[in-house]
């Protein structure tokens, strides 16, 4: 069965963000995300996408010590959450774990901010339990970024890294309609709950095709290990029929621009001493997986997306690969919870229609 004809169909209309695939621009809010990754953090963007303004200083510290206080009540939660994160996989451990808050228990603007909170408290402990420790508990006082970072990784943090997550997560917010801001949007139309909004979001997002990739990009690296192998090793997989992950997107036909901000913001961190040698690596796999791929599908144009430099930068900042689809959920919340507000102020259910290929019934096909 072929989709073809459907792709870029226009399903809503939206504030928050554009993403202009032929030119690799991409528009939050009307801030291009090169310039709102240098100017904001995880904090600004959040009240970028729910209000349409960057914050005042206030405002700031407002949005700061709503996200802390709503940590910490996050993680008074974890005794009640059951066997929620035990899971193997993070995302499941996340699903499991954030089903079982309540929208009815706590008002529309303050759930928000809580669910935002809940995603990092979740995710950071179930880091932590993998490697068999107790969660640790959230510090209000701290930005959101460094306080999960502090949460999540084994090497805690620190302002350089804590900058760099700051440059992720703000990267990572929004993206148009990604499938699974779309299925936040259809979940939201149906008029069903904030909380089952975000919960179906997750579970689209946890696909490879979607926020799955950063972890098999890591993986991918690992096993080429250096770069004058990352011919033999790509030409391998192509002839195997595997994709190569971190590469072609459905929008862009160009490098999308979010990877050339990732990229950066790792170089930034090589400057202030820290070692990544999978840099090199990755751009040196990056070239050689771009010849590839324009080689054997000229008219795709593929390029890389923004999962091939977080697998880098969430690496270089000390993040587990099992936790880097998680870290994407901490950061792309913050954009469902906009598009789930945006989708309310329309009273129209998303229902889209299905072309028939099946077989007709006998006495109609007869007739
Ligand atoms: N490596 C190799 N081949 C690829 C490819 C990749 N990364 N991405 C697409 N292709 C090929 C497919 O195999 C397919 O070939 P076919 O026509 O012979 O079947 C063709 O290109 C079209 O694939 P399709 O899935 O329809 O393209 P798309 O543009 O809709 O796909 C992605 C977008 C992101 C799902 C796809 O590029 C992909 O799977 N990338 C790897 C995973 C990844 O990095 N995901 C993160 C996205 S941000």
Redesign the pocket.
């Known amino acids: 069965m072929t989709m073809d004809g459907l792709e870029g169909v226009v399903v809503a209309e939206t504030r928050l963000s554009d993403v202009d695939g032929e030119r690799g621009r991409l528009v939050i809010r009307g801030h291009d995300v090169e310039a709102l990754a240098e100017r904001a953090d995880f904090e600004a963007a959040c009240a970028l996408l729910w209000t349409g303004e960057l914050p005042s200083t206030a405002a700031h510290a407002d949005v700061r010590r709503a996200l802390g206080e709503a940590r910490v009540r996050v993680f008074a939660r974890l005794p009640s959450l059951g066997g929620a994160l035990d899971a193997a996989d993070g995302m499941e451990a996340l699903r499991g774990a954030l089903a079982q808050l309540r929208a009815s228990e706590i008002p529309e603007p303050a759930l928000r901010v809580e669910l935002t909170a809940a995603v990092a408290v979740f995710a950071s402990a179930w880091a932590r339990k993998r490697r068999g420790l107790a969660p640790a508990a959230p510090d209000a006082a701290l930005g959101h970024a460094a306080d999960y970072l502090r949460m999540a990784s084994p090497h805690g943090s620190d302002p350089a890294r804590s900058r760099a997550l700051d440059a992720y997560l703000v990267t990572a917010a929004d993206h148009g309609m990604s499938a699974s801001t779309f299925t936040a949007r259809v979940v939201a139309s149906t008029d069903s709950d904030t909380v089952s909004a975000v919960v179906a979001a997750l579970g689209a997002l946890k696909g490879?095709?979607?926020g799955g990739?950063p972890g098999p990009v890591l993986a991918m690296l690992d096993a080429i290990g250096e770069p004058d192998d990352a011919a033999s090793w790509i030409a391998r997989e192509?002839e195997a029929g595997r994709?190569?992950?971190?590469?072609?997107?459905?929008v862009y036909r160009v490098r999308d621009p979010r990877a050339a901000v990732l990229e950066r913001a790792v170089e930034r961190l090589r400057a202030t001493g820290l070692r990544s040698d999978r840099l090199d690596l990755a751009r040196a796999v990056e070239r050689v997986a771009v010849a590839s791929?324009g080689e054997r599908?000229p008219e795709?144009r593929?390029a890389a997306?923004?999962?091939f430099y977080t697998a880098v930068l969430l690496d270089a900042i000390g993040l587990p690969q099992e936790v880097f689809s998680p870290t994407f959920a901490v950061a792309r919340v913050a954009g469902w919870l906009a598009h789930i507000d945006e989708q309310r102020e329309s009273s129209r259910i998303i229902r889209p229609s299905s072309r028939y290929v099946g077989p007709l019934p006998e006495t109609h096909a007869a007739a």
């Open positions: 490879p095709r979607h990739a192509l994709r190569i992950m971190g590469m072609g997107h459905r791929l599908r795709r593929m997306n923004v999962e």
